[in-house]
């Protein structure tokens, strides 16, 4: 990092995290007390703040990660500087864990973009800080800066578990993924994604030299038709299959395969992966939550996939394949015919903003989920398109970890999104300065509107006299 570069960066942080402040003492002056499923995370984090490890909410689905980092850090904070009485571990207290997550969170992301894109070098320092900065105000993941809930640091743990993992340390790497894991489990997914990056980046190199072995020149490791895709699973399960190159990955990947393997024996202990309350979080075949997470993706990455060039491109690609286009539409319509799951929350609650999309949007009519698959497709077409610089084992190892990811989940929930859209994000090439000014005043828009709404658009309900407010 330049002198230049490295006074830019520290600055944007120091002035993204003296607003964070800011805004964290509106938030907390409106709302003092817990709200959501605060009213079950800040209780359980007291509990252990007074010792009593043993009490364990049953409403609770996650580990203890976020309660036990809590109270690590809260409590030696608390002697050192003679804090006593209710000012430990409150709500306020609390709270501002996460405050701390969000500028870990903006230096991590930083670091990712630099390690990523190191090898271009037209990007410049001022882009990969302005990146870093609208990452770190994602408005789904800003939101819960302020709250307290695990997405801070279930990001946090995930995303230096990512960056140990590109610098080689996989021993660092599996260490922090365990972290990530004790917030939640489903965060395991990502731990597989990390060992898949060994793996592609080790097949890639084989791909490469069969190539040149066999010096096609028709044939791409990055891109191509259906029979060169077909050649390349070929070669994908020729290469696992040899137990030679499984002795070489395993011996690359195995912390990762001690901690995938110590989560199925908590999966088997446990009887499930959900710890608590199992009754609302059953999992299921919800394919459609691809097509929910692509819409979500294409409208907080407009700028980068709604462009004219683009248009036209997918246009050209429609009709240079009508068969496979038509294929796909079919299979995509039998998927929400068949695959769609309506959760009693999503009907249930008004307070966030999915009801309020559920209702506006797929509850007007029975055709509506139907007459979206255009839309689902050119999403689709335009995130695999902003890959295309990654290698063809890296594009299938992330889609396979983003289908585990998004399709057991029978709830549609934004927060479920947040991983695989920053994953995906932090791997996309840099677009122009214009375009990713245009980003981050969108996300300042997006934050600003959601922050107005819960703290000032309050509301009650017909059977309660608590106020309750919008958010993601």
Not at 269 to 274: K, S
Not at 290 to 309: D, M
Not at 359 to 377: A, C, D, N, S
Not at 423 to 441: C, D, M
Request: include cysteine; glycine fraction near 6%; hydrophobic fraction near 50%.
């Amino acid at each position: 990092m330049e002198r230049a570069e490295a006074y830019g960066f520290s600055g944007a942080m120091s002035g993204a995290f003296l607003l964070s402040c800011l805004l964290f003492a509106a938030v907390s002056r409106r709302q003092r007390g817990p709200y959501m499923d605060e009213v079950f995370h800040v209780p359980q984090a007291q509990a252990y703040c007074h010792g009593r490890f043993l009490q364990w909410d049953p409403m609770i689905t996650t580990l203890p990660g976020l309660y036990l980092l809590s109270v690590g850090a809260v409590k030696p904070a608390a002697w050192l500087l003679g804090w006593t009485g209710s000012v430990v571990c409150s709500v306020g207290m609390l709270r501002f864990i996460n405050l701390l997550f969000s500028a870990g969170n903006f230096y991590l992301l930083y670091l990712l973009l630099f390690k990523i894109h190191q090898k271009n070098k037209a990007v410049s320092g001022f882009q990969r800080i302005l990146s870093a900065l609208t990452l770190a105000t994602f408005p789904t993941l800003y939101f819960f800066t302020f709250l307290y809930y695990t997405d801070p640091g279930s990001v946090f743990f995930t995303l230096f578990s990512y960056l140990m993992c590109l610098y080689g340390n996989h021993k660092t790497s599996a260490l922090l993924g365990f972290c990530g894991f004790m917030f939640r489990q489903t965060n395991i997914v990502w731990t597989v994604f990390c060992a898949g990056n060994v793996v592609a980046e080790k097949l890639n190199e084989a791909w490469k030299i069969e190539l040149q072995k066999k010096k096609d020149e028709k044939i791409s490791s990055r891109k191509g038709s259906f029979s060169d895709l077909t050649r390349i699973l070929q070669f994908l399960v020729g290469y696992l299959t040899s137990p030679k190159n499984l002795v070489t990955l395993t011996a690359l990947t195995w912390p990762y395969i001690i901690l995938v393997s110590l989560f199925f024996v908590f999966v088997f202990i446990n009887g499930g992966i959900v710890v608590g309350d199992r009754s609302s979080h059953e999992a299921c075949l919800h394919f459609p939550q691809l097509f929910y997470f692509l819409s979500f993706t294409g409208f907080f990455s407009f700028p980068h996939l709604l462009t004219p060039s683009k248009i036209r491109k997918f246009l050209l690609s429609l009709r240079k394949y009508p068969v496979q286009y038509s294929l796909i539409t079919v299979i995509s319509l039998f998927l929400i015919w068949k695959f769609t799951y309506v959760h009693k929350y999503l009907l249930a609650d008004n307070r966030h903003y999915t009801f309020y999309v559920w209702r506006k949007v797929f509850q007007r009519h029975e055709l509506v989920k139907y007459l979206l698959v255009p839309f689902y497709i050119f999403a689709g077409w335009s995130f695999a398109d902003m890959l295309k610089s990654k290698s063809i084992f890296w594009i299938l190892m992330y889609f396979v970890c983003l289908l585990a990811v998004t399709v057991p989940q029978k709830l549609l929930e934004f927060r479920y999104f947040i991983l695989p859209f920053l994953i995906y994000r932090l791997n996309i090439p840099f677009l122009s300065l214009y375009r990713q000014l245009l980003e981050l005043a969108f996300y300042i828009s997006v934050n600003a509107v959601t922050f107005y709404l819960f703290l000032n658009r309050t509301f009650k309900w017909e059977n309660s006299d608590e106020v309750q407010r919008f958010m993601w």
